[in-house]
């Protein structure tokens, strides 16, 4: 049995147990959960001081606190980081900042979505884009509005659970398998 899944749901509601449910909060967590997986993947020196099992605890959650402090994060936390550690949960904690915007979707009613536009549109389009998406899930989302030329028409829309493919470029290619 695979114990990653388990560990990372844990976590995850640990951190949204000990933090506010204040969006602004929720959301810093999760911006200091993907620092730490970009420093934990890409960042060589970080990896093996977090590893080392030579380093002490207390030198690795002292680096961690002030990573925290940093993000303006409440002292609460400071038992999951602990616990993160104590486990060696590190090497999960991308699956950890999944599990936990995805609690924290759901707690908020907010999601997240990118929306592709293939072109610039006015902001009274955009926001009839929006709405529409609203009021077609049910849900409130933040989105991400980005373009690109190759939709050549409509727009796309991803978020965590669907994807709305509403462009030009699909319908082509729709043409182009019949």
């Known amino acids: 049995m695979n114990a990653r899944p388990e560990i990372a749901r844990k ?15 929720l959301t810093k967590v999760s911006e200091f959960l993907q620092l730490l997986y970009k420093l934990y993947r890409s960042e060589r020196e970080f990896r093996g001081f977090i590893l080392n099992p030579t380093i002490p605890k207390e030198n690795k959650l002292g680096f961690l606190k002030g990573l925290r402090e ?32 995805y609690e924290v979707d759901k707690l908020l009613r907010v999601s997240k979505a990118l929306l592709v536009l ?37 727009f796309l829309v991803k978020t965590s659970s669907f994807v709305v493919d509403a462009s030009v470029k699909r319908e082509l290619e729709g043409l182009l398998r019949v």
Do not use: C, H, M, W
């Not at 976590?11 to 969006?23: E, G, I, R, Y």
């Not at 529409?132 to 939709?151: C, H, M, N, W």
């Open 118 to 154: 293939a072109r610039r549109v006015d902001d009274a389009e955009l926001e009839r884009i929006k709405t529409a998406i609203r009021k077609f899930t049910g849900r409130d989302y933040d989105f991400e509005v980005v373009q690109d030329p190759s939709l050549i028409g409509g």
């Open 11 to 25: 976590v995850a509601k640990l951190l949204l147990a000990k933090t506010p449910k204040d969006k602004e909060k």
């Open 70 to 101: 940093r993000f303006e994060l409440d002292a609460s936390i400071d038992e999951v980081i602990d616990y993160i550690l104590e486990i060696s949960a590190v090497p999960f904690i991308n699956e950890i900042k999944r599990v936990y915007d």
